[in-house]
């Protein structure tokens, strides 16, 4: 079946840094695949999302690309904030249906 | 905005006891879900439905049931609660096939 792999966190960064997530996944057919945040107490927003191959998802300073030779939309930014602390979740939704398959979450904490 | 609203955001509950979880969307969506979240193991899917009076299990549905009379409320029911479902549950929506899913804020159930 489908799934999603996230690199393991946490994931500690000082201000300014810049930021990697990687998520590889397995699935048949064309998936649209997304990135979600959660930030403390809250449940999950939509970061961006990508729906087919070569696709660039973008918002809020943070960028991913549909790469379907290599299976991965690894999550980007260039300087991260103190205010981007908060679990990223890597996601598919498979190309028959509407249900999300979901990685583990990345755990970030960005310091001053 | 998409409003998903889930009413209870922190349950505490004794084991053996029924439990009824609510989730209300304003949009008019046509699919709407159940996840569980637990640390390290991401969003699990426990039912979704795509119509009313409609279900589908999902990866985890043993020891749960979904109701959706209603097109905007889909509810979750835990028919015995035991220690091994407390957890976060999240309610989501989305219009229809391969459309963004939107999520609510969760609902935190401790079963003591």
């Known amino acids: 079946g489908d799934s999603v792999t996230q690199m393991e966190g946490p994931v500690t960064l000082s201000e300014e840094a810049f930021l990697t997530i990687n998520c590889t996944y397995t699935?048949?057919?064309?998936?649209?695949l997304f990135w979600y945040v959660q930030y403390p107490g809250e449940g999950l927003q939509l970061l961006l999302k990508?729906?087919?191959?070569?696709d660039k998802g973008s918002n809020k300073g943070f960028e991913a690309t549909y790469r379907k030779e290599t299976t991965s939309f690894h999550l980007e930014k260039g300087s991260v904030q103190v205010s981007d602390s908060a679990v990223y979740f890597c996601?598919?939704?498979?190309?028959?249906?509407?249900?999300?398959?979901f990685g583990e979450g990345t755990q970030l904490t960005v310091n001053p | 905005d998409v409003k998903v609203t889930q009413s209870s955001r922190y349950l505490v509950k004794r084991t053996g006891e029924k439990v009824f979880l609510e989730c209300v969307q304003d949009?008019?969506?046509?699919?709407m879900f159940w996840y569980r979240q637990d640390p390290g193991l991401g969003l699990r899917l426990i039912y979704f439905s795509y119509d009313v009076k409609m279900k589908e299990k999902g990866d985890i549905p043993e020891g749960y049931s979904v109701s959706r009379e209603k097109k905007e409320r889909f509810s979750l029911i835990l028919e015995s609660a035991s220690t091994n479902q407390t957890s976060m549950y999240l309610c989501a929506s989305s219009p229809g096939l391969r459309n963004t899913i939107y999520f609510g804020e969760g609902s935190w159930l401790t079963v003591v």
């Open positions: 996601a598919l939704q498979e190309t028959s249906g509407s249900r999300l398959t």
């Open positions: 990508a729906t087919k191959a070569d």
């Open positions: 949009m008019d969506h046509e699919n």
């Open positions: 699935a048949t057919g064309y998936p649209s």
